[in-house]
């Protein structure tokens, strides 16, 4: 018996001994027990792969995660937990299970946006994407965010975690405003254009139906455009805009009242 259960105590210490173990080996002329063999060495060589695969990935993930701004995140949905990577004072773990759902607390969100961002933050769909101002606790002020996620199912296809990032879009939110303004205001007058100035209008009486509306006309521009030149009319539309603007903050400072011109 011990003559036939050698091998096998041969091969189980070469096991034993990890790598080294196994270079050890010497082959014993028994088909099974040489077959073990080969499969234990295919086996160990395919988890030393894999493993320096999972080492190289977390370099990469480490250096991204350095030469990143972004902040990346992972939501656990069965014990609401929150994990942060990549912030300079909210990374760690967050108990976030009084949220209802949310899994950033919405007072972190600006107001305005807040009933938006947390129907989105609470949705159930794979892939979430949602745009807010965002302040956390050691911010000074809120600032434009874009939040990314996609949802993780387990072997049961359950969804278990939502991960993603985080990313600072303030700079792109301004350039877009001023974009945005510069297209909704008149060249020379420095006055809203007609479309954006009807639009501007309508969200004033939207907050106060009540208020006064002046008109001005200026007989003969184009008469005075034919005679002098468009440069001229240009001048005095500008000179016009600036007695209008500088009314405008007049009123606001005496009276207190709002203005949109």
Known sequence: VRHLTR???ELMRCISGGSEGLQSFK???ILEIDGLYDVVVGLTERQRKAENILLEEKE???????SS??????YDLRSETLDVVNHPTMSGQWQCGGYGGCFINP???YEKD???AVEALRSETDHLYAEFRLKWPEDAAFLWVALTGKAVYD???QRRKLVGSIRDIQEQKEREDAQRKKNAMDGVTGLYAYDAGLKALAEERKDRPEGVMAVLFLDRLKQINEKNGIVFGDMILEELGQLVRERRRDLEAEAGCRTAA
């Open 7 to 9: 091998p096998v105590q």
């Open 27 to 29: 082959p014993s002329n």
């Open 60 to 66: 990469r993930y480490k250096l991204a995660l350095e």
């Open 69 to 74: 701004k972004d902040i990346f995140f992972s």
């Open 107 to 109: 007072s972190y969100i």
């Open 114 to 116: 807040r009933a938006r």
């Open 155 to 157: 072997t049961d296809g």
